[in-house]
């Protein structure tokens, strides 16, 4: 599956969690409620470690495990699932979160912008998608009216945060 | 009026550039059904009965006489000549062809105009009062806080997918007749004690299935934070509305399941832990766009009676279409839309144009639409009137009946609409046959009535003095109808009168319905107040007293 990440189509050095546990340096991406039932045993891991957020898990229950997380994944479970938009701002803007945040799922070029501006940094695209097309909406909006993440392509915005 | 700067104007290219992209690849089979769905909704493009429905937004429901020219040739070239107002200020057309769409959204957006997010489950658009500026009641102009408020939203990265629709509208006015309090969120402009402005916030009201009045979130917002507490009680919504149910997904839902205080408690926690991140309204800013609101160049005259010595269809039209202005020597002029044996809020692009014309000569070259789906010429000076009343008459928006019974709001219904259960537009000619007479029209005063064509109550009908529902009994088109409902300062949901009735039989209920009212009413006591003081039973008993007139 083609992973894009900094405007790059890039192989996805990531493994997630299955039926079993892989060797101790595989950067491995937890499912929160999994990673809840035995938090130390993946805490003790030496490679790195990614959580994956379900649209109902809150960031707030994550936030004291962001200083040791790579990756954060938001999954996109249908065309109208809006709930990774705020968990992204609130890991970014509130929590400061430096790591990659990916979004997963149902993730199309037509969200694409939407999703950077709230400071998703990566996309695992649905397999249907064309990379070059994807690529190309995030340079669609040069103007934006509310504050988000930057762009390169973005040079004002009406709005500023505090 | 608001004029666009080139943020505004790249954000609407910007958009058209993409919608037309959309559509290429829906049309080329690379987007399938389920995935455009969204897309073209949250660009106001309804698939409906007959055709897609467009949804253009006009914003708290100011036009430029450019404007409307633009609409008018819009409605002509790419649908059947008319189009259709709507009670948030929208304008529809019911038969554009999909592939057309871009062109369409690019003529609108070479007049500063657009149809962002007129549908789908996001920030619709932006109502104020239609006598925002001009009313003598009024605290301060609503409509600089409701652009600013529409550029917050507009495209708003975090708030695009939320759980189900969200409306907002402002209002000014104690009268509140922008319906506030039946709104996602209600904004009611108050001063704080040292004379500040900000608004008193209400959440959780709307129509619907489940009519609920909006409850006060915030008593005093102050204007600097108005931002930054949408978007914080946004995000309570957005993360913990429901999802599941497309019933139960709207915010008054979430607020009703939890509560007024622990919502409350939710968005202030929110709003404190979000402060340093959140969008920040400077003074600037509001100065920047409260000076495009400014009042017009007006004249300085002199109130006199202009209806006196003239005709006395002059002088009804006076008394009923046109509504005191806070400036002397000028009123405010409703053009109808509600004539008798037309479509209420329908208009042909002739008539647009004329009034675009009439607005130019008469009116600082401006028109609004209202929220009950009548145009207003907002500033009309008193010595113009006559000359008005003639073109507008001519043009057969001269109806001399807003505010009376035949003034009615309706949805389109089953006619057009693919979620109607039932017709609207045919109960409505046949109510307005039952009460074509004016003297009695007249005689019965200040009646309001709503009519929808199915629960989503696009027509409003639980606030309406007299509610009409369309229901679908095995098949059949049936209507429910609710009396005490209001809006206007005092927001109250009517009471279902009883068994439903059939469609032939709606006109001779509301007959029956109103013969209780002039029983009862005593001196100079309006419908709404007859009915609030002797409550639901003596109509009812009128009502289904003897078997409904064939």
Known sequence: ?162 | MYRYDEIDQAVVDQRVAEFRDQTRRYLAGELSEEEFRPLRLRNGLYIQRHAPMLRIAIPYGLLSTRQLRKLAFIARTYDKGYGHFTTRTNLQLNWPELKNVPDILEHLASVQMHAIQTSGNCVRNVTADHMAGIAPDELDDPRPYCEIIRQWSTLNPEFTYLPRKFKIAVTGSPEDRAASEVHDIGLHMKRDANGQIGFTMYVGGGLGRTPIIGQVLREFLPLKDLLSYLEATLRVYNRYGRRDNIHKARIKILVKAVGIEEFRKQVEQEWEESKDFATQLDEAEVERVRAFFNPPPYEKLEDYDAAADKELEFQTWYRYNTRKHKVPGYRAVFVSLKKHGAVPGDMTSEQMEAVADLADAVSFGLVRATHNQNLLLADVKQSDLYKVWGELKRLGLAMPNIGTLTDMIACPGLDFCSLANAGTLNVADAIQKQFDDLDYLYDLGDIEVKMSGCMNACGHHHVGHIGILGVDKHGEEWYQITLGGSVNGFTALGDVIGPSVKQNDVAPTIQRIVEVYRKHREDGERFIETYRRIGLKPFKEHVYATPAAA
């Not at chain 1, 299955?18 to 991406?29: A, R, W």
């Not at chain 1, 509130?94 to 709230?118: I, N, S, T, W």
């Not at chain 1, 400071?119 to 988000?148: C, H, M, N, Q, V």
Request: proline content about 9%; hydrophobic content about 40%.
């Open chain 1, 1 to 162: 599956m083609p992973l894009l990440r900094q405007r790059k189509l890039v192989e996805d050095e990531w493994t997630t969690l299955g039926e079993e546990l892989p060797p101790d340096d595989v950067p491995l991406i937890v499912p929160f409620a999994k990673f809840k039932e035995n938090p130390d045993a993946f805490r003790a891991r030496k490679g790195k470690l990614g959580i994956r957020l379900a649209p109902a898990d809150k960031v707030e229950e994550l936030a004291p495990e962001l200083p040791r997380l790579s990756l954060v994944v938001l999954e996109f479970t249908g065309p109208g699932e809006g709930r990774g938009y705020s968990q992204a701002k609130l890991l970014r803007a509130r929590y400061k979160f430096a790591g990659e945040v990916r979004a997963a799922g149902h993730v199309k070029q037509d969200q694409l912008y939407l999703m950077a501006r709230v400071g998703i940094d990566a996309f695992d695209l649905s397999p249907t998608e064309k990379p070059e097309e994807a690529i190309a909406t995030l340079d669609r909006f040069k103007i934006a009216y509310t504050p988000g993440a930057p762009l390169p392509s973005i040079t004002r915005e009406r709005f500023h945060a505090s």
